[in-house]
């Protein structure tokens, strides 16, 4: 197996006091472990911008780890976002995953704000000539459910880092063949930035499948049939840790250098991929709080 890959990890803000303390149990284990940054997630329609900007905040102020806020363009004025970015940068949180965002919730579709930026390129392009932070975006492994093909989806990626993006986080995926894919359909289109690959540890087959089909994500259907046994066997957790350990290691051994992983706020699945792959705690929790 190759170097240990760099690595990051992406939570969500919490919205009660018993949240927080998951969040910060779960910053605890995995912050040791020396992450280039990891991001703060918005909910759908933006309904945890105030959570996501106070969590933004601590975990900067009280973990000593790079915080990358997202940032979408729902339900919200190009002046109101704007003033958000600047907010982060005067509290000197320079990185930002620039997304369009999902519709609120029982919204079948994204309706921009008249005063709004009416995409994830147009706010991009503006967050860029600030000239105040490091950009990253989403990229799509399988199609996004709103684009016609994959070839669309290259082709609006490739518009996002021409309006200033630095670098991609993939959508989560089930086969390292599908990023694979993925990257030559981006390297045939001139895109040279850097593409992380989005990896989720499976807490939950049921739960997950079922984001999975909202995302677009395919499913193979001997994951079907693993999961089906490792439920009969009650192993679920073990194999979980090992599909998620073979994909991040068939990647680098394609030449990936980074990992993001998706970490629904709970660090033990994350914690063990990233043991497995040989990336132990680096710092006491006494250096990083």
Not at 37 to 65: C, M, N, P, Q
Not at 207 to 218: H, K, L, M, P, T
Request: charged share 20%; hydrophobic share 45%.
């Amino acid at each position: 197996m190759p170097a240990t890959p760099r690595i990051s990890f992406e939570f969500f803000p919490p919205k009660s006091l018993d949240a927080s303390f998951r969040l910060w149990d779960t910053l605890g284990v995995l912050a040791p472990l020396g992450p280039e940054f990891v991001s703060v997630t918005y909910g759908a329609g933006g309904t945890t911008r105030k959570l996501t900007h106070e969590a933004v905040k601590a975990i900067d102020a009280s973990f000593g780890v790079p915080v990358a806020a997202h940032l979408t363009c729902v339900d919200a004025t190009r002046a109101e976002t704007l003033e958000i970015a600047e907010s982060y940068a005067a509290a000197g949180v320079t990185q930002i995953v620039a997304l369009r965002g999902d519709p609120p919730k029982g919204e079948g579709q994204f309706t921009p704000n008249p005063e709004g930026f009416q995409s994830s390129i147009e706010l991009i392009d503006a967050l860029a000539k600030t000239g105040k932070f490091t950009l990253r975006i989403g990229a799509y492994p399988d199609a996004h459910p709103e684009a016609p093909d994959m070839a669309a989806c290259v082709e609006f990626l490739k518009r996002k880092f021409d309006a200033g993006a630095d670098e991609a986080i993939t959508q989560f995926f089930f086969e390292a063949e599908t990023f694979f894919r993925f990257r030559d359909a981006c390297d045939a289109a001139g895109i040279t930035q850097k593409i992380i690959p989005g990896i989720l540890p499976i807490p939950n087959w049921a739960r997950i499948r079922r984001f999975a089909i909202s995302c677009g994500a395919a499913i193979p259907a001997w994951l079907d049939e693993a999961f089906a046994a490792a439920t009969r066997d009650g192993r679920e957790d073990l194999l979980s840790t090992a599909l998620c350990t073979e994909l991040c290691s068939d990647l680098m051994d394609e030449g990936v250098e980074d990992l993001h992983f998706y970490t629904l706020n709970a660090p033990d699945l994350t914690r063990e991929v990233c043991s497995a792959l040989g990336i132990m705690p680096r710092l006491a929790l006494s250096e990083v709080a």
